[in-house]
């Protein structure tokens, strides 16, 4: 299994960013795939998860303003991050877990700053 995670850049306060997280070579429709974010100093932080059902769940540091979603056909996850700020700033991890393995992607960088 493989994670492929993108979108990331540097916008500014209250600026929006959309991160995708493509997902081969596993059952993608049968798993749940999280976010996980490492800010500066900071321990990792799961930020969003998405089941294979479609349940959703957020931090509360992210809840109204991040939504994840999944699209089944092309094997991929969003993170639509709306009214960024700038303690949002982190690298952003992809996640999922297949026969009890944990599988990540290789982060992407989400840096805002005026």
């Known amino acids: 299994v493989q994670l492929q995670a993108s979108g990331g850049g540097t916008v500014q306060p209250g600026e929006s960013l959309t991160l995708s997280c493509v997902v081969t070579g596993g059952a993608f429709s049968n798993n749940a795939v999280s976010w996980f974010r490492r800010a500066p100093g900071k321990q990792h932080e799961l930020v969003a998860t998405i089941r294979r059902g479609g349940d959703t769940a957020y931090s509360d540091s992210v809840k109204g303003r991040f939504t994840i979603s999944r699209e089944n056909a092309k094997t991929t996850v969003f993170l639509q991050m709306n009214n960024l700020e700038p303690e949002d700033t982190a690298v952003y991890f992809c996640?999922?877990?297949?026969?009890?393995?944990?599988?990540w992607g290789q982060g992407t960088l989400v840096s805002v700053s005026s």
């Open positions: 996640k999922t877990i297949l026969n009890l393995r944990e599988f």
